[in-house]
Nanobody
């Protein structure tokens, strides 16, 4: 069974940094890419950074230049380095695995982690 486990959230002052990690486990036949989303109280979940299986990255305008997504294929881990954090970055951050197949004949599906809280104080 495919699982995603996030870690690295916490409380940080504005201007500080955090690094989130997401470990992907289970049988993977193919995967389109991985991404980080976040959801603040009363708001919809939003995509903030993604990385494809080819290593191409994309970012939401709100985090561009401050956040960096990267991956370590040997460790099946995706990271989100967050610098120059702002109070508006406060949210639960979720890791997503996009269009995953455990077996080649399966219909691809997405998987989500349980979320990790990031709180930025002013």
């Amino acid at each position: 069974q495919v699982q995603l486990v996030e870690s690295g959230g916490g409380l940080v002052q504005a201007g500080g940094s955090l690094r989130l990690s997401c470990v992907l486990s289970g049988r993977i036949s193919s995967i389109n890419g991985m991404a980080w989303y976040r959801q603040a109280p009363g708001k919809q979940r939003e995509l903030i950074a993604g990385i494809t299986s080819d290593g191409n990255t994309n970012y939401a305008d709100s985090v561009k230049g401050r956040f960096t997504i990267s991956r370590d294929n040997a460790k099946n881990t995706v990271y989100l380095q967050m610098n120059s954090l702002k109070p508006d970055d406060t949210a639960v951050y979720y890791c997503n695995a996009d269009r995953v197949r455990s077996w080649i004949w399966e219909t691809p599906r997405d998987y989500w982690g349980q979320g990790t809280q990031v709180t930025v104080s002013s």
